[in-house]
């Protein structure tokens, strides 16, 4: 660890920032206060979030040594280093995990929702489990045996498989084979005449492994899962011919790549656990960095908790977070009076999932593809969500002869084959699609309109942190402005030309764009307020957003604290910025809120000396944000739109029931209510429904649904 008062002492590690964020996801699973199938979810969300932790962040650290590299971070830690300290925190998680597990399915017992095994069953489920399995699953299933005959099976990234032993009673031999456990089935079996209670779907085929190997000895079978590298490899790559092509090349080899975690049930024998480490280890890496015995993962009698999913979306309202409906914004609630119409009258700012995605960015879409002025539409995709409305208008656009340009981000990760998909189904319609750089990620979420009026050209923009998805534009907490603003315009048409056409475009209007200007106006506006505060002036910044690691603005934030100026920051996950050192970061304090709906939303405050600015936009500050992926933030000009802001910033920052706070040594503590309870989304759900919300007793709060990838923000 580096020593106190050296320069890498003024950073937290990223990595084990983010570990210290899942942990804050797996409180809420363990925290009575939240409705129980909620507490289940968090530990699905909990579960899933280190899948991919150790798919993309402890793989590239691997990835690392096995090249020789040593250098540190800025936290001075080395990528072994990192390593090392990573696999004594995750222990610690797993361990609380396996206790918190425990203790959920013991709270559940009494509302009926257990999980069993197949000795509790009587003669009469196990005969009905057993048909179930022989109509349903076994055609599915293919035993694979290993032998001179039969090499080791490839192993598919996050499956669940059985390691089998059977004794051939003829030969005396003992053979090993796998099964996959299929991830199409549901894996939790339900027991007849039980409602609520189930099998684990491995647990059922385990138990009928006669059919799979007839008239062999089961000798026994235990469940494994293996993690592999699934980054895709773009440093240094080149632009390619094709991108489409080279991007599918890689989403295929990414299949391939090496393993670098085991999960194991508990009891499987040595010998079985030396077998697998033997046929999983990449022979090709060297000694330090190929797959060991300090790479398996003890799961206990349940692996994959991500799949408890299925079970947190029982139909038992009682023990989950009452539903909510989106609110049509007053602006938009006239049917007959055209979006155009309002957006040209003032720019409007939206706030989902408070205000509805499908009145608000899908009208805005929809009224594009059929209005008889529209002449043009250009769109990025990061992420998007199946048939939505928003492709449909798209491919109904282009059919009807209006010019429709849209940047698909073919590298948005675990969303290449979707996005490939719709990039072809998109040219079909006569789309014109880009797909960007192989070298910048295209994050910014910005969509223009361009319509002939009376009085000429104009072009309606929209401008959010949140992408054009309808699933999760119900479950993240995303803001976006609405405008006709001639600059703001202007500057967007430079944007997508730049994404669509050869340009080094850098100087723009009112944006602050990544790569070309963002980092460097961001720390002139924090250098600004010490400038302020310099001066005698109040100074303030107020800054939300998901990340927070890029050491140039977290140097920038440090010296505005010892030049006087307040700062609070409102950081979900990753915050490498330590607060409250002496004389250094007195004045910033650092919270963090995790609750019922995934906090996503990028909003920043500059005081100005009373002439407030503030910005909203795709980015966190990190260094991949500002220096390898394209985004744009937009100024909130208009005073009532800022009031509103201002309300959202400090209804976060007076939370006490959600809320975390960060000390100076990288430890979260969560808040505690001395009186009045004061929670950021039943406030805002308050706000928005504008009536009392008679079930929100006990505070329920959960990430319904949040798919589970994205769950660490993107």
Not at 479 to 502: E, M, Q, R
Not at 542 to 548: F, I, P
Not at 572 to 594: F, Y
Request: proline share 5%.
């Amino acid at each position: 660890m580096p020593e106190p008062g050296s320069p890498a002492s003024l950073y937290l590690n990223r990595e084990l920032s983010w570990l210290a964020f899942n942990a804050r996801v797996l409180h809420e699973a363990t925290d009575p206060r939240v409705r129980l199938l909620e507490r289940v979810k968090f530990l699905s969300i909990f579960s899933s979030n280190l899948d991919e932790y150790f798919q993309v962040r402890v793989g590239g650290l691997r990835r690392q040594v096995a090249s020789g590299v040593v250098h540190g971070t800025p936290d001075g830690l080395s990528p072994a280093e990192q390593l090392a300290v990573i696999r004594e925190r995750v222990d610690q998680l797993l361990d609380d995990r396996r206790r918190c597990l425990g203790g959920l399915l013991e709270e559940l017992a009494p509302f009926g929702v257990r999980i069993i095994g197949m000795s509790e069953l009587t003669p009469g489920e196990r005969r009905a489990i057993d048909e179930q399995f022989e109509s349903q699953v076994f055609p599915v299933l293919t035993p694979l045996a290993v032998d001179p005959g039969h090499p080791f099976p490839y192993v598919s990234n996050l499956s669940l498989s059985l390691a089998v032993e059977v004794r051939d009673p003829v030969l005396g031999t003992v053979h090993f084979a796998r099964v996959k456990v299929p991830k199409r089935l549901t894996r939790w079996m339900p027991v007849p005449g039980r409602p609520h209670q189930f099998v684990p779907l491995e647990h059922v085929i385990g138990e009928n492994l006669e059919a799979l190997f007839p008239g062999m000895e089961i000798l026994g079978w235990y469940a494994f899962r293996v993690t592999r590298y699934s980054d895709l490899e773009f440093t240094n790559l080149e632009e390619p011919e094709d991108m489409l092509a080279t991007i599918e090349e890689q989403v295929f080899e990414r299949r391939f790549g090496e393993v670098i975690r085991l999960e194991l049930q508990d009891d499987m024998p040595a010998h079985l656990r030396t077998l697998l480490i033997e046929e999983l280890r990449d022979a090709d890496l060297p000694a330090t960095t190929a797959l060991t015995e300090a790479d398996i993962e003890e799961g206990g009698h349940l692996l994959d908790l991500s799949d408890l999913m299925e079970l947190a979306e029982l139909d038992m309202p009682e023990l989950r977070d009452p539903p909510f409906a989106s609110n049509v914004p007053v602006e938009l609630r006239d049917p007959q009076r055209s979006i155009f119409d309002v957006i040209r009258e003032r720019d409007l700012l939206v706030h989902h999932p408070f205000d509805s995605f499908s009145a608000t960015v899908e009208r805005f879409l929809q009224s594009a593809a059929t209005d008889e002025h529209v002449l043009a539409i250009k769109l990025t995709l990061y992420r998007t969500s199946g048939d939505t409305a928003i492709v449909r208008a798209l491919t109904e656009a282009a059919e009807r002869g209006k010019q429709v340009a849209v940047l698909i981000e073919l590298k948005a990760r675990g969303d290449e084959a979707n996005n490939i998909t719709w990039a072809r189904t998109l040219e079909d319609y006569g789309v014109h699609v880009a797909y960007g750089s192989a070298v910048l990620k295209t994050h910014t979420k910005t969509a223009m309109v361009v319509r002939r009026e009376p009085d000429g050209i104009r072009r309606y923009v929209h401008i959010g942190t949140g992408n054009y998805n309808s699933r999760t534009a119900r479950l993240y907490t995303d803001v976006a402005l609405f405008t006709c603003s001639p600059s703001i315009g202007a500057d967007v048409s430079d944007l997508f030309n730049s994404l669509t056409g050869i340009s080094r475009q850098r100087l723009y209007r009112k944006l602050l764009v990544a790569p070309a200007n963002m980092k460097e106006r961001f720390v002139e506006l924090i250098d600004r307020e010490c400038r302020h505060a310099s001066a005698g002036r109040r100074a303030r910044i107020v800054g939300k957003m998901n990340a927070l690691v890029d050491s140039d603005v977290i140097d920038a934030l440090y010296r505005a604290s010892q030049a006087g100026v307040e700062i609070d920051l409102i950081v979900r996950g990753i915050c490498c910025l330590r607060p409250g050192l002496a004389n250094v970061s007195d004045r910033i304090r650092v919270m963090s809120i995790i609750g019922r709906f995934l906090e996503h939303s990028r909003v920043w405050h500059f005081h100005n000396d009373g002439n407030d600015e503030f910005y909203i936009g795709s980015a966190d500050w990190m260094p991949r944000n500002f220096q390898r992926r394209v985004e744009a933030a937009v100024p909130v000009e208009a005073p009532a739109l800022q009031e509103r802001l201002r309300s959202l910033l400090d209804t976060c920052l007076e939370d006490n029931r959600q809320a975390w706070d960060l000390d100076a040594d990288g430890g979260w503590v969560q808040r505690n209510p001395q009186g009045e309870v004061r929670s950021t989304h039943v406030r805002l759900l308050v706000e928005s429904w504008g009536r009392p919300l008679e079930s929100m007793r006990g505070e329920g709060s959960s990430l319904a649904d949040v798919p589970l990838r994205q769950a660490t923000g993107d």
